[in-house]
């Protein structure tokens, strides 16, 4: 009997599957955490954090 496994990421906060989500780190204060993130949302969460990063300097 053959078998087949499959994984299928799910959008953290829609709950979407499909192939589009795909996984982000994010950190701050020293606290980092792994999200996976549907097109949507991730363009959603860009486009809130473009202003802190256009005012931000580079980090190490």
């Given amino acids: 009997m053959a078998k ?4 299928c990421l799910v959008d953290d906060l829609t ?4 192939g589009g989500v795909t996984g982000h780190v994010l950190a ?3 606290r980092r955490a792994d999200i996976d993130l549907g097109a949507a949302a991730f ?3 860009q486009e809130e954090l ?3 990063f256009a005012e ?3 980090g190490g």
């Fill in 56 to 58: 931000s300097r580079p």
């Fill in 28 to 30: 701050l204060d020293g």
């Fill in 15 to 18: 709950g979407e599957r499909s």
């Fill in 50 to 52: 473009a202003p802190y």
């Fill in 4 to 7: 087949r496994l499959e994984t």
């Fill in 43 to 45: 363009t959603e969460l």
